[in-house]
């Protein structure tokens, strides 16, 4: 470019510059946007877990108390003049733990049975004169009255004397003896505790998640302190919960014929119920739902779901709950860093190595 001047130099210059620009502009519009635009899906580490048939079997920390603990009362006052059961003795239903003296009830029953007597012989006779027509229907009726009030009085006067002899109500220990010869009692004082050991009762408190796994009738085994253990059934769970604990009472009866074990011994009591679907998953899967509800996290085509269920067995680190259909994808690990509908990659446990990484990934 000999002889050129500085301004046609100057104007090639910018040519060149302008056509190098244009190039490299139309090739950059056909690239494609950079990977880091799209954003990569979250791992988790899910468990193939099967479902199996488990009993549902509560367990309750429990006490032993006797069947039936009763003072028996006098029905009618008078001294004690005897109490032929030792303390500490099994006395059958019927038998007389404290004689109270006859004093003049002995009397009265003479008395009564001689009316008695003499009554039926006057009904007698008017019912013959009657006959003969020498007596009148309500001459008859009055003779008849006068007879009903003679055997209601002699009735009395025995069942006054009968009252003398308090008897045991069933057959029982008698564990306490309140009153002793030479007491003068009342009617309605104690004269000894009876206590019935057999069958025996075995007593828990239920909170509201638990009582529910609970039917009357149900097999129970209870374990207790002192090693026994006894085999029943539940006879009784409360409808209302106690106002202080908000627990429900729960008892159960078993035999207890040699009367070996006794009322007020800890123990725990095991009740079995229904038959029903059930998953072994690991502790660590549990979760707790935005509401608060127990549960765990399943993946179901590709997209995470929370389920709620309802633990009932613990062994160790695993524990079986009940809530869950079919076999499921479980999340072991990432659970507490995903939410319903997400979806997430999987990896399975059981790949080894790969689940290891994917497990670094969720840390």
């Known amino acids: 470019m000999k002889g050129a001047s500085p301004l ?8 060149v510059l302008v056509a190098f620009f244009t190039i490299g502009t139309l090739r950059s519009g056909d690239e494609a946007p950079p990977e880091a635009e799209v954003e990569a899906l979250f791992k988790v580490v899910v468990d193939r877990v099967e479902p199996r048939e488990q009993r549902l079997t509560r367990t309750f920390r429990a006490h032993t108390e006797p069947y039936r603990d009763v003072v028996v009362k006098a029905e009618t006052s008078g001294r004690v003049i005897a109490t032929p059961v030792e303390l500490g003795a099994f006395v059958a239903e019927g038998d007389v733990l404290c004689e109270l003296a006859v004093d003049e009830r002995s009397a009265r029953v003479k008395e009564a049975r001689a009316a008695l007597a003499k009554a039926r012989l006057d009904n007698d006779a008017a019912v013959k004169l009657a006959a003969d027509g020498y007596r009148s229907a309500t001459q008859k009726a009055a003779v008849k009255a006068t007879l009903d009030l003679a055997e209601a009085e002699f009735e009395t006067a025995e069942l006054a004397l009968a009252r003398t002899k308090i008897r045991a109500p069933f057959a029982g220990v008698v564990d306490e003896r309140v009153a002793e010869a030479g007491d003068l009692l009342q009617a309605g004082a104690g004269c000894a505790r009876l206590v019935q050991l ?19 009738g ?3 085994r209870a374990r207790l302190a002192d090693g026994r253990v006894l085999d029943g059934e539940v006879r009784f769970a409360a409808s209302a919960a106690d106002a202080m604990t908000r627990t429900f009472r729960i008892e159960a009866t078993a ?27 690991p502790r660590s899967a549990l979760v707790l739902s935005d509401d608060g509800d127990v549960g765990v996290r399943i993946v179901e085509g590709g997209a995470v779901r929370f389920v709620p269920v309802r633990p009932f067995v613990e062994n160790g680190d695993e524990i079986v ?7 499921v994808d479980l999340i072991v690990r990432g659970q507490g860093f995903v939410g319903d509908g997400q979806e997430v990659t999987v ?12 497990q670094e990934s969720v840390q």
């Open 255 to 281: 035999p207890n014929p040699d009367r070996a074990a006794r009322g007020g011994v800890f123990a725990t009591l095991h009740v079995s119920g229904e038959a029903l679907e059930a998953h072994a998953i």
């Open 198 to 216: 057999d069958p025996l009762l075995i007593v828990a408190d239920a909170a509201q998640d638990e009582v529910r796994d609970v039917a009357v």
């Open 218 to 220: 149900a097999p129970v």
């Open 321 to 327: 709950v009940a809530g869950l259909q079919g076999p």
């Open 8 to 15: 046609a130099i100057s104007l090639a210059v910018a040519g």
């Open 347 to 358: 990896v399975r446990a059981a790949d080894g190595p790969a689940a290891v990484l994917a």
